[in-house]
């Protein structure tokens, strides 16, 4: 216990003082050199004006240089970007009217139900006196659009053209 608090103070005057690595010799000579980036950028700057004055003094004869025959060779017509702006645009004219289409539709205000009962499904409760409807003529309806379907379907068994899985 007594060492732990003598060597205390010691410790945190080691842990305070600064760990120095260098010493008090010189260093040895290095050759250091340009690098490679500064001779390529030499060489990149002499061939950059080497080619400007040899495209500028075919120019000044009368005819094109070859950086430029080469540049027109390879550059679409302007034929080509008039296509595809017909194009493009053409095809952003009939999205927006497609968009204006669908977007102006609201919900089906009404849908296909399938069988008649479907009309009278809702609580029983809460419903206010006068607000139903007489709908003996939608049931009479539907009635008859299930008997016409079950008619031609039998007829379609009789005549062999349907095989039906409970038979």
Request: aromatic letters at 8%.
């Amino acid at each position: 216990m007594f060492a732990a608090t003598r060597s205390a103070p010691s410790t945190r005057q080691l842990l305070r003082t600064q760990r120095r690595w260098g010493s008090h010799a010189a260093h040895a000579p290095v050759n250091e050199g340009f690098g490679r980036s500064f001779y390529v950028t030499c060489g990149s700057i002499a061939s950059a004006f080497l080619l400007y004055h040899v495209s500028k003094s075919n120019e000044e004869s009368g005819s094109a240089s070859w950086i430029s025959n080469l540049i027109t060779k390879w550059s679409p017509s302007q034929e080509v970007f008039e296509q595809r702006n017909a194009i493009h645009t053409a095809m952003m004219e009939k999205a927006a009217s497609d968009r204006h289409l669908l977007g102006s539709q609201g919900p089906p205000e009404a849908f296909d139900i399938r069988q008649p009962d479907m009309m009278n499904a809702g609580s029983p409760y809460n419903v206010s006196p006068g607000s139903q409807a007489d709908l003996s003529h939608v049931v009479a309806h539907y009635q008859r659009k299930n008997q016409q379907i079950e008619e031609s379907r039998v007829a379609r068994m009789k005549d062999g053209k349907v095989v039906s899985i409970y038979e």
